[in-house]
């Protein structure tokens, strides 16, 4: 069975500074792997995914992330964090064959911004 | 486009009560997955339906069952409430073989069990 895990619980950082969540996976597969944010009482918007191709993905507000086959890695950056970006970042793994996917998502990381 | 709709918001239900949750897929998905989100924690599958039928299951007792219509939209049935059982369920809709999974969710319903 497949499972994430997101190392940091709460990260704070100053406006302005870049940002880096991590995330690691365990799938005897090739995976499917997306991050997600939630901001306070709202539903998942998707940031960015991987499946395939150049493991360099871009997402939406300036986020990147960079698949590491070798060390089941999936970490968020992003280069200058805006006060904005204050919310949860679930990373996740989708596994599954036929179509069918069932994700499994990491207990989230709390990121803070200070000005 | 609507997006992934969920009914209601909110909800208050007493322990030993039964509940339904109802979820509209995004136009063009045929897929609707539930999760459950207990505070702090990330979601956790329930289930997945396609062509009404439960294709996937999480780890979750019987007392939870779904039903996926002809129109796609599905609900959510949770019987003999429990306490525990109070927390944020997602929804979620997809494409069937979609070549890149993606999930799209709604804003969920909250649910809480007195």
């Known amino acids: 069975a497949q499972s994430v895990t997101q190392p940091d619980i709460h990260i704070t950082v100053s406006e302005g500074a870049s940002l880096e969540l991590r995330c690691n996976y365990s799938y005897g597969a090739t995976p499917y792997l997306f991050w997600y944010v939630q901001s306070p009482g709202q539903g998942l918007q998707l940031l960015l995914k991987y499946f395939s191709g150049d493991t360099l993905v871009q997402g939406i507000k300036g986020f990147e992330a960079e698949f590491k086959r070798s060390q089941s890695s999936f970490n968020l950056r992003k280069p200058s964090v805006h006060w904005s970006d204050a919310a949860e970042y679930f990373c996740a793994v989708g596994a599954g064959s036929g179509g069918y996917q069932k994700v499994t998502f990491g207990i989230g990381t709390k990121l803070q911004v200070i000005p | 486009d609507a997006g992934v709709t969920q009914s209601p918001t909110h909800l208050i239900k007493t322990r030993g009560q039964q509940v339904t949750l109802r979820c509209s897929p995004k136009s063009g998905h045929d897929t609707v997955s539930w999760y459950q989100q207990a505070l702090g924690q990330g979601p956790q599958f329930i289930f997945q339906?396609?062509?009404?039928?439960?294709?996937q299951r999480g780890n979750f007792p019987d007392r939870f069952s779904g039903h996926q219509f002809p129109n796609y939209s599905s609900e959510l049935n949770v019987n003999a409430l429990l306490l525990g059982d109070s927390a944020l369920y997602l929804c979620a809709s997809s494409a069937f073989g979609s070549p890149d999974r993606e999930q799209y969710f709604g804003p969920g319903t909250r649910l809480t069990v007195t």
């Open positions: 339906y396609y062509e009404e039928e439960e294709r």
